[in-house]
Nanobody, 123 residues
Framework: QVQLAESGGGVVRAGGSLRLSCEVSGSTVSDMYAIAWFRQVPEKEREIVSCISMSRSTYSDSVKGRFAISRNKDGSTVFLQMNNLKPEDTAVYYC?????????????????WGQGTQVTVAS
């Protein structure tokens, strides 16, 4: 079993920064697992934001150049540094994993999810 817990959300003005953390725990924590960040706003589907695997990091076009994903050495924590935030970044942010090595964009591919953290960007 794998448990994920997000933190670091909050309210920030446009142009500001936030750093989200995803703490991964359980008997099989490994830096070999890909960890993804998704976000969701009411009445819309959950969308991929970023993903990190052992070989690469990926970003959606809407956050490329503004967000940076990273992880600590043992894979127990994944970070999402969000800079130059925009009101359209407002959403609940979730981290997820499927205990697989490759990044996926489809939220249906992920079996394990955190509870989410709210990010609100005021204009």
């Amino acid at each position: 079993q794998v448990q994920l817990a997000e933190s670091g959300g909050g309210v920030v003005r446009a142009g500001g920064s936030l750093r989200l953390s995803c703490e991964v725990s359980g008997s099989t924590v490994s830096d070999m697992y890909a960890i993804a960040w998704f976000r969701q706003v009411p009445e819309k589907e959950r969308e991929i934001v970023s993903c990190i695997s052992m070989s690469r990091s990926t970003y959606s076009d809407s956050v490329k150049g503004r967000f940076a994903i990273s992880r600590n050495k043992d894979g127990s924590t994944v970070f999402l540094q969000m800079n130059n935030l925009k009101p359209e970044d407002t959403a609940v942010y979730y981290c997820a994993t499927d205990r697989a090595p490759a990044c996926e964009n489809d939220p249906g591919e992920f079996a394990y999810w955190g509870q989410g953290t709210q990010v609100t960007v005021a204009s």
